[in-house]
C-alpha cells in the first residue's frame, strides 16, 4: 500500500492518470480490494423506489432492482403487505466479460385505492 500511497501526486495530463491505471492492473492486492468492493455493490442488491401515477389515476410504486427477490422485498416493505403487480421489465446491458441486468416492478399496493 506504501508503494501505491508514493504513486499517488498531483496529476495535470492524461499521461500521469494512465501511470496510475497501469499501476492498479499490475498490484494484485489493490486489484482484489476493487473487484471485493465490485462485487459487494453488485450483489448488494441496491433497490430503488419511485412514487408514480397509474393509469387509473392512483399511486403506483416503481422499484428498481438487480434480483427480482429484492424487488419483491421491497415492494412488501413500501406496500406494507400485499400488492398487485401491474408490469415488469428487465434491462440487460454489458460486454463480452460481463454483463449486468436492471430490474423494473412497477406495483399497487392492494390497500390503496
Same mark, same amino acid.
Given at each position: 500500500?506504501?508503494?501505491?500511497?508514493?504513486?499517488?501526486?498531483?496529476?495535470?495530463?492524461?499521461?500521469?492518470?494512465?501511470?496510475?491505471?497501469?499501476?492498479?492492473?499490475?498490484?494484485? =492486492?489493490?486489484?482484489?480490494?476493487?473487484?471485493? !468492493?465490485?462485487?459487494?455493490?453488485?450483489?448488494?442488491?441496491?433497490?430503488? =423506489?419511485?412514487?408514480?401515477?397509474?393509469?387509473?389515476?392512483?399511486?403506483?410504486?416503481?422499484?428498481?432492482?438487480?434480483? =427480482?427477490?429484492?424487488?419483491?422485498?421491497?415492494?412488501?416493505?413500501?406496500?406494507?403487505?400485499?400488492?398487485?403487480?401491474?408490469?415488469?421489465?428487465?434491462?440487460?446491458?454489458?460486454?463480452?466479460?460481463?454483463?449486468?441486468?436492471?430490474?423494473?416492478?412497477? !406495483?399497487?399496493?392492494?390497500?390503496?385505492?
Amino acid at each position: 500500500m506504501v508503494a501505491w500511497m508514493r504513486q499517488v501526486q498531483v496529476f495535470d495530463s492524461a499521461g500521469d492518470w494512465m501511470q496510475v491505471f497501469k499501476f492498479i492492473q499490475e498490484d494484485m =492486492v489493490l486489484k482484489k480490494i476493487l473487484m471485493l !468492493v465490485t462485487l459487494v455493490l453488485t450483489f448488494s442488491g441496491c433497490q430503488t =423506489v419511485k412514487p408514480i401515477v397509474g393509469p387509473d389515476g392512483s399511486t403506483h410504486q416503481l422499484i428498481g432492482c438487480y434480483y =427480482v427477490e429484492s424487488c419483491y422485498e421491497k415492494a412488501r416493505e413500501v406496500c406494507g403487505g400485499n400488492y398487485k403487480i401491474i408490469n415488469t421489465s428487465t434491462e440487460t446491458s454489458g460486454d463480452a466479460n460481463s454483463t449486468n441486468s436492471s430490474i423494473s416492478l412497477l !406495483v399497487k399496493c392492494e390497500n390503496q385505492k
